[in-house]
């Protein structure tokens, strides 16, 4: 049974990874998400059904158009293997619960966060409107009764993020403060984990950078903080609960 939930989750994942190339590609620029069809960016040709099966019609086409023999950004079928891959460990980690629902949800609204915000640097704010949204209307589905908790760590969360781009403009944005509070409404208590670990791992490759550039000019060296949060919220996604249960019987 599990198997075949995430068989199931795997081709799903796939097909939501082929619309978030759409996505990552078109959101940003203001265009249509579902209009004009797909088209090769070379040669304007608009992409055929049978060249669009994700991951399949890449390798088949050998990275390349069919019209033209442009190649096309290994970054398609990564986006699409990535959330095969995400939705796949959510099912086999959660198993037949309730909670399955939200993971998944979660997991897959991370992967258009990754990519804009890596290009643009930006998290656009449709996203972010669809997280705090979906989440709610899915605990309320599935978990009503920890609807109250996931708001607070939400509004926690948010706050939290909110008092740090005050108090230091220059180091994150608007946007990582709503990835924050977005993160809460799916994690609950796990988002306290979840932060922890992007914050440490944000401040290793800081530490990198300076290591690399020297301090005046890795200062300087923009990095977006989106994808550390995303990365954050899969550790809390997959072990936060975990981590926030050892931490207080050690320590409460």
Same mark, same amino acid.
């Given at each position: 049974?599990?198997?075949?939930?995430?068989?199931?989750?795997?081709?799903?994942?796939?097909?939501?990874?082929?619309?978030?190339?759409?996505?990552?590609?078109?959101?940003?620029?203001?265009?249509?998400?579902?209009?004009?069809?797909?088209?090769?960016?070379?040669?304007?040709?608009?992409?055929?059904?049978?060249?669009?099966?994700?991951?399949?019609?890449?390798?088949?086409?050998?990275?390349?158009?069919? &019209?033209?023999?442009? #190649?096309?950004?290994?970054? *398609? +079928?990564?986006?699409? $293997?990535?959330?095969?891959?995400? /939705?796949? @460990? !959510?099912?086999?980690?959660?198993?037949?619960?309730?909670?399955?629902?939200?993971?998944?949800?979660?997991?897959?609204?991370?992967?258009?966060?990754?990519?804009?915000?890596?290009?643009?640097?930006?998290?656009?704010?449709?996203?972010?409107?669809?997280?705090?949204?979906?989440?709610?209307?899915?605990?309320?589905?599935?978990?009503?009764?920890?609807?109250?908790?996931?708001?607070?760590?939400?509004?926690?969360?948010? &706050?939290?993020?909110? #008092?740090?781009?005050?108090? *230091? +403009?220059?180091?994150? $944005?608007?946007?990582?403060?709503? /990835?924050? @509070? !977005?993160?809460?409404?799916?994690?609950?208590?796990?988002?306290?984990?979840?932060?922890?670990?992007?914050?440490?791992?944000?401040?290793?490759?800081?530490?990198?950078?300076?290591?690399?550039?020297?301090?005046?000019?890795?200062?300087?060296?923009?990095?977006?903080?989106?994808?550390?949060?995303?990365?954050?919220?899969?550790?809390?996604?997959?072990?936060?609960?975990?981590?926030?249960?050892?931490?207080?019987?050690?320590?409460?």
């Amino acid at each position: 049974m599990i198997g075949l939930a995430a068989s199931f989750a795997g081709l799903l994942g796939a097909v939501l990874g082929s619309f978030f190339n759409v996505v990552i590609w078109r959101l940003p620029r203001g265009e249509s998400l579902v209009a004009p069809r797909s088209a090769c960016p070379s040669c304007k040709e608009q992409i055929r059904p049978l060249d669009n099966v994700p991951l399949l019609s890449w390798m088949l086409l050998r990275g390349r158009c069919r &019209g033209c023999r442009t #190649a096309i950004s290994g970054r *398609y +079928p990564l986006v699409e $293997g990535l959330t095969a891959l995400l /939705l796949v @460990a !959510v099912v086999l980690a959660k198993g037949p619960t309730r909670e399955v629902w939200l993971g998944l949800a979660f997991a897959a609204l991370l992967v258009p966060v990754i990519f804009i915000d890596l290009d643009h640097r930006i998290i656009p704010n449709p996203l972010m409107l669809l997280g705090a949204v979906a989440a709610p209307a899915i605990l309320l589905v599935t978990q009503p009764e920890l609807l109250a908790e996931h708001v607070i760590a939400g509004v926690a969360a948010g &706050g939290l993020f909110l #008092a740090a781009v005050l108090a *230091y +403009p220059a180091g994150m $944005g608007m946007g990582d403060v709503k /990835l924050a @509070a !977005v993160m809460g409404l799916f994690l609950g208590r796990a988002v306290g984990p979840a932060l922890f670990s992007a914050l440490l791992a944000g401040s290793l490759v800081g530490a990198v950078i300076i290591a690399r550039k020297g301090a005046a000019e890795g200062r300087k060296t923009a990095v977006p903080f989106g994808p550390f949060l995303a990365l954050g919220g899969l550790v809390g996604l997959f072990a936060g609960d975990a981590l926030v249960d050892l931490y207080l019987s050690t320590f409460a």
